[in-house]
């Protein structure tokens, strides 16, 4: 919890010095208030009094409860103040580590729990510092100035003080035991409700078309029942401590009292109102003691849940990110447009065996290179390792002849233009989502976006929505087709005029007709830059200056469509499977 608190400004700091001020300030005025009060029982049993003495008493004993509403009201606006910036600034700083995160990191957090962690559990932090923060303050301040207040007025009545508040320290301790490895377990069924909840929403159509309501219903009930049971054996242990509390302050009262009336009846007359006097003060300084424990007991309350949450966001803050930035933000070489695999092997941190095992070749500029295997065979992990999703275990992969773990990764994204294998939609427009990101600060022309639209085969679909260009894209693109959604995504890249092309299998949701023409088009359009295809039709790729066929995380064939078909058979194979040989031109 104290980590967090590191990323408070020097400003932030000389708040925290005034609600300081502020707590001491109150307390003081509230302890003054028994001072006053028993002046005035003094006043009150003593002959000769004068009216105006009490009265003069009791003003000043409003005044300090009035100073200690101020002073409270004050301490709770500016604790809130400086709470909800604390949690401003932890979540944009959770928010820009996950962003930067390799995709196997936060595979490894798992989305849902990542979720939970930059709201629900930088919620309890906040919680704890706008209403623990003042409690934190008060309470130890109002004991010990309130002990040192009562010290004097009867060792026996200290006695029992002590008592009374080792028997709230016991209990607190017990309790604190019992809840505190709950909490831990609390959040993490947060992030299973939220992952079954996201789950459900994710797939709502596999849901409908396979009738299984009733089976995510009940998946749900599971999880939504584990939070509810462990959140209300937490709570009633909790309300164990609230009788617990009146029990003792009001048996300190009654013990107070019963003790002064044995100090009072075995005194002398002369000592009489003063043990009486004493017994008053000494009760309403033995409840500010009471209350001080109890405040520390709401304290304890909430710190367990939020200290848990604290290490989870702590958690991610402290992870260190495997994919670092390089220092180039410049071109240093004359070749524009090219891609190089030397002697590139991959595997994932915690695996033992390598997805891709030393795969070369060079993608020179305006080359259309495709790569194509069966399913598992390493093809997506590859292309990804030019954007830098994941790094190469060993050997290089360069672009433009520069190692790519040397660029700046702005620069080096800046020269890519990439289309995944699932293509993504953002809410906004159909412009938005074409020009979108760093795409758009260039305020790209009327004519570019339609431009990129056409070329991606989109403008018929595109021109027939009710507003055009500026029609609603829902997020997830859950409006439009997953053909329309590729074509969307494929205009997003051409617009962005890159050095070099990776479509990671983004035509596969396309006919062969609009497939067919889509890449005649991106071949003239894109003729100066290079293109990276991964592919699962011979149709899509036969075309290619150069097709690289995958096996096992091994490239077991290079060459073109023909030359690979007299070559390669595993290549032959896989086009066998979709294509005859008379379509193939290898008959007879």
């Known amino acids: 919890m104290l980590k967090l608190l590191k990323y408070l400004e020097k400003k932030d700091w000389s708040l925290m010095l005034v609600i300081v001020v502020l707590v001491v300030t109150q307390v003081w005025l509230e302890l003054k208030l028994p001072d006053y009060m028993s ?94 923060l003042q409690l934190l303050l008060k309470a130890p301040i109002t004991a010990v100035w309130a002990i040192t207040k009562i010290l004097n007025k009867g060792w026996q009545w200290s006695v029992a003080t002590a008592v009374a508040v080792g028997i709230l320290l016991t209990v607190i301790g017990i309790i604190i035991a019992i809840v505190l ?33 009733d089976y995510q219903e009940e998946k749900f009930k599971e999880a939504n029942d584990n939070l509810t049971n462990q959140q209300l054996f937490n709570q009633k242990t909790f309300a164990f401590l609230q009788p617990v509390m009146y029990l003792v302050m009001y048996g300190l009262t009654l013990s107070i009292y019963f003790i002064g009336s044995f100090l009072i009846r075995d005194a002398g007359m002369a000592d009489k109102i003063g043990i009486f006097s004493n017994m008053v003060v000494f009760s309403s300084y033995a409840m500010q003691v009471i209350m001080a424990f109890l405040m520390l007991a709401m304290i304890f309350m909430m710190l367990p849940r939020a200290q848990v949450s604290a290490n989870r966001i702590n958690e991610v803050l402290d992870t260190d990110i495997t994919i670092k930035d390089g220092n180039l933000d410049k071109d240093i070489t004359d070749e524009r447009g090219t891609v190089e695999f030397k002697n590139v092997s991959f595997k994932y941190t915690d695996a033992e065996e390598y997805l891709l095992k030393n795969i070369s070749f060079k993608a020179n500029k305006g080359e259309t290179v495709a790569f194509i295997g069966l399913t598992g065979s390493g093809k997506s992990t590859l292309i990804n390792l030019v954007p830098r999703f994941y790094d190469a275990t060993e050997g290089e992969v360069l672009v433009d002849g520069v190692n790519v773990k040397d660029y700046k990764q702005e620069f080096l994204h800046n020269k890519l233009g990439y289309v995944p294998q699932k293509a993504v939609m953002f809410d906004g427009t159909v412009k938005s989502n074409v020009v979108y990101g760093d795409n758009g600060k260039g305020e790209k022309s009327e004519e ?141």
């Open 448 to 588: 570019k976006i339609k431009e990129a639209i056409r070329v991606a085969q989109a403008t018929e679909f595109v021109e027939k929505m009710d507003d055009g260009y500026d029609s609603y894209i829902a997020s997830g693109g859950t409006n439009v087709s997953g053909g329309q959604k590729q074509r969307l995504a494929i205009a997003r890249a051409i617009a962005r005029d890159p050095e070099i092309y990776i479509f990671d299998d983004s035509f596969s949701a396309l006919d062969y007709k609009t497939d067919s023409v889509l890449r005649k088009e991106l071949k003239k359009y894109t003729k100066d830059a290079t293109s990276l295809i991964v592919a699962q039709r011979i149709g899509t790729i036969m075309n290619a200056d150069k097709i690289i066929v995958l096996n096992d995380g091994e490239a077991v064939g290079i060459g073109t469509h023909k030359e690979l078909l007299e070559n390669c058979e595993v290549y032959r194979q896989i086009a066998l499977s979709q294509l005859s040989e008379k379509e193939l031109g290898i008959e007879g």
């Open 181 to 213: 490895p709950r909490f831990k377990r609390v959040q993490k069924l947060t992030d299973k409700l939220n992952s079954v909840t996201r789950e459900n929403l994710t797939g709502i159509r596999v849901v409908r078309a396979f009738n299984a309501e």
């Open 39 to 132: 002046e005035i029982t003094s006043l009150v049993q003593t002959e000769g009094s004068q009216m105006s003495e009490v009265l003069s008493n009791g003003g000043y004993m409003l005044l300090c409860a009035f100073g200690s509403l101020i002073a409270a009201a004050f301490t709770g606006y500016l604790t809130a103040r400086l709470s909800s910036k604390h949690s401003l600034i932890i979540r944009k700083k959770l928010f820009n580590k996950v962003e930067n995160l390799a995709l196997q990191e936060v595979k490894g957090f798992s989305t849902s729990s990542l979720i939970t962690r930059t709201t629900n559990d930088i919620t309890q932090v906040q919680m704890l510092m706008s209403m623990g």
